[in-house]
């Protein structure tokens, strides 16, 4: 949560010069074209012919970029600013090379079709800014590549899992009630279950008192909903990523991170301590061992990864307050 507010800053798009949109094409273009390559050595002994078409889409995109730099070497010269999608608010970050390799041949075919889908509306948007007319048609041409680049990306599921061709308009309906409602929620749910455990417990442990410790948590649970809602609704307006309505993923994300917090602030609302903060202990664990079972299941996170990110972070903080609350 706090990274989200004290990290490395990012632009929003509708503060870059055509200078900028220009060269963050490129950089984009360089990087999808060096994923397609990835894509094509890991399909390559078992799906040769979808090897050669991901080839031949990362010579489409070095073209695309070739076309891209002679544009701005044109109108801007010949230094290119050090501009990328990280550096953009609201654009969906990309894969790390080195995770390339693991992926199966479904989620190659879902993470084709949605870079696609998120190059197209870039350039779609990017082509509304430019006023420069060749600028513009070059730009306009790009959206139409990419959409035909997300045709390919379909027919690989066509040709491969053809019950999913039936199923397409359930699929787009359901990918977008995923990254609206359900990957902020998730997010929510994890940093509410775990960044309210220590102010919780350590209130508990001070004061020995159930009914202020359920004060303290329930003023932590829905401060920390509200920031965390406000976050999510500000730093991504959906435009480019795709994400949805600003507001439906705030308000998901702060609710969640409520309850998450509440989850473990409930039980003292049980007079007695030791039953209270019994309870809200296995409550604690209950909590983090399905919230690693959900970054398993829905991030594809390694499993004892999450263990060790979620169960043995939150233990850590649970003890932490523990502590805090015991000196």
Do not use: C
Request: net charge negative; proline share 4%.
């Amino acid at each position: 949560m706090f990274s989200l507010f004290f990290g490395p800053g990012k632009r929003s798009f509708d503060q870059l010069s055509e200078q900028e949109i220009l060269a963050l094409a490129i950089s984009s273009e360089e990087e999808d074209g060096r994923i397609y390559m990835a894509y094509a050595q890991r399909l390559e002994a078992e799906f040769p012919a979808t090897a050669k078409i991901f080839r031949d889409m990362a010579e489409v995109e070095d073209t695309h970029r070739r076309n891209l730099i002679a544009m701005h070497r044109e109108r801007f010269g010949e230094i290119i600013p050090p501009i990328r999608r990280e550096h953009v608010r609201g654009f969906y970050d990309r894969r790390p090379d080195w995770l390339q390799k693991n992926l199966s041949f479904d989620t190659i075919r879902e993470e084709t079709e949605r870079m696609e889908q998120t190059a197209a509306r870039f350039y779609r948007e990017a082509a509304k800014r430019v006023t420069d007319a060749r600028t513009r048609d070059l730009l306009g041409e790009l959206a139409m590549a990419e959409d035909g680049h997300e045709d390919i990306a379909r027919g690989l599921s066509a040709k491969h899992t053809p019950d999913d061709v039936a199923k397409e308009e359930a699929h787009n309906a359901h990918r977008q009630f995923v990254l609206t409602w359900v990957q902020p929620g998730l997010a929510g749910l994890m940093d509410g279950s775990v960044s309210t455990l220590a102010p919780i417990f350590a209130a508990a442990f001070a004061t020995g008192n159930t009914w202020q410790t359920f004060l303290v948590g329930l003023s932590a649970s829905v401060g920390a909903g509200i920031s965390m809602g406000f976050t999510e609704a500000a730093h991504d307006d959906g435009k480019l990523s795709g994400r949805g309505s600003p507001f439906k993923r705030g308000l998901a994300s702060g609710v969640m991170t409520a309850l998450g917090g509440l989850g473990h602030a409930l039980p003292y609302l049980i007079p007695n301590f030791v039953v209270a903060t019994s309870i809200a202990v296995v409550v604690v664990f209950v909590e983090l061992w399905v919230i690693a079972f959900i970054q398993n299941k829905f991030m594809e996170t390694p499993f004892l990864r999450a263990v060790m990110q979620v169960v043995l972070g939150g233990s850590l903080v649970l003890a932490a307050g523990i502590l805090i609350g015991q000196g």
